[in-house]
């Protein structure tokens, strides 16, 4: 009778701390105490029952039944052949069955699939935005779940309403941790939202936690209303020097990107739809352009608040000159190549003047040499005279005349 009593007072306590259920379906919060009746059990002793088990405790069926002892405190059955667990954790999710058989000798099966939970704390939204900016990507906050089981999920609302994540102007990155000793998750959602330009001025958001358990309410963080404005557009303008872009080869163009603000900006630049792999810079500089710098060049500014922006595309022409179209480029190539032209020039002058130097002294010898003979045939005609002027004075010396004087004679003495 004193057994008897003991074991209503624990029916009685368990039933009013924990759930004693019969449907097949059970939920039970993780550390309350959970009681699983018997279908057909008798309500006195003796009882023909056993409970078979089979949970994260367990690696297969583990069996109970009313003689044995306690199953290390985690459950135990009842006198009444209830099974109780004092109190339930996640690894004690699984399956229950119970088999009994009354005075009668009639049957019955019971059958139980056990589900845990835990309510977490009231989400809230960490790290909010004081504002956002229309036509670009902005962060809105964090929502936040901590201490939860099953995992559920979180979801945001604007102004009310479900806002579901698109990929363009709505992102949500998740996040999910669980802790490693109580199993119990925590829960991150980071909002990113682009709003249209023209839209709401004041949009409220909110986040909210759902067990993921049938008949269980959804959780609702405090609203946050932000203000969005919208920022002046961008104008980018782009000034080639000289105007309309046309140069002769050789010359040089200044292309400039001029923004409103140009200490916040990054300048990139495109050249026929192909960006350029240049450092940013607001001014691109061609000198000595060739025939390959021809194109369409435009400049392209990011503003961290307004996003890129690309001007106008203008053009570089390079003009023909009456020199050819390689002549402002090729200026020192010409010049060499006059150089060269009037070096040869200079040799080919120089040859001729050794060429006609050489044909003159030939002239010459050849003028003294017809000369030669016409001297000597005069040399000859005034010996032949001499000889024959010589012949009569010879004759007149042998006659009386007087003896003329040689070389060869001796001088006659004066005094003598």
Request: one cysteine or more.
């Amino acid at each position: 009778m004193a057994a008897g009593a003991a074991a209503g007072a624990w029916v009685l306590v368990f039933s009013l701390w924990g759930a004693v259920v019969g449907d097949r379906n059970v939920t039970a919060r993780i550390g309350k105490p959970l009681v699983l009746n018997c279908r057909g059990a008798p309500k006195k002793p003796p009882q023909q029952l056993e409970w078979k088990l089979n949970t994260g405790r367990t690696e297969a069926w583990k069996v109970l039944s009313p003689q044995g002892g306690p199953w290390d405190s985690v459950a135990r059955v009842l006198p009444n052949g209830s099974l109780l667990l004092p109190a339930v954790g996640i690894q004690d999710e699984g399956t229950f069955r119970c088999r009994a058989k009354s005075r009668n000798g009639k049957e019955t099966r019971s059958t139980y699939q056990v589900r845990v939970y835990q309510i977490p704390g009231k989400p809230e939204i960490v790290d909010p935005a004081s504002e956002l900016m229309a036509g670009v990507p902005n962060k809105v906050g964090t929502c936040l779940s901590k201490g939860g089981y099953p995992a559920g999920t979180l979801n945001w609302h604007l102004d009310g309403k479900p806002l579901i994540p698109d990929g363009k102007g709505v992102s949500v990155q998740e996040e999910t941790r669980r802790h490693p000793e109580t199993g119990l998750f925590t829960l991150q959602s980071e909002l990113m939202v682009t709003p249209a330009r023209g839209g709401a001025p004041h949009p409220t958001f909110s986040c909210s936690f759902s067990p993921g358990l049938p008949q269980r309410r959804a959780l609702h963080t405090a609203p946050i209303q932000l203000s969005v404005w919208e920022p002046v557009p961008l104008e980018v303008q782009l000034v080639v020097e000289p105007e309309g872009g046309t140069v002769a080869p050789g010359g040089t163009v200044t292309l400039t990107c001029e923004t409103p603000a140009q200490s916040s900006l990054q300048i990139h630049w495109i050249k026929d739809g192909v960006p350029l792999p240049l450092t940013p810079n607001p001014v691109l500089l061609l000198s000595e352009v060739r025939p390959q710098d021809q194109g369409t060049y435009s400049c392209v500014a990011t503003h961290p608040s307004h996003g890129p922006q690309e001007s106008r595309a203008v053009s570089v022409h390079i003009i023909e000159t009456e020199e050819g179209p390689t002549a402002g480029s090729l200026e020192g190539q010409g010049l060499r190549t006059v150089a060269l032209a009037l070096g040869i020039l200079g040799g080919l002058g120089i040859a001729a003047l050794l060429i006609g130097a050489i044909i003159w002294q030939r002239q010459r010898r050849q003028g003294e040499e017809r000369k030669a003979p016409e001297h000597q045939e005069e040399e000859e005609e005034e010996r032949e005279e001499l000889n024959q002027s010589e012949e009569p004075e010879a004759a007149e010396g042998r006659t009386g005349s007087p003896a003329s004087w040689r070389p060869s004679d001796p001088v006659p003495d004066p005094h003598l």
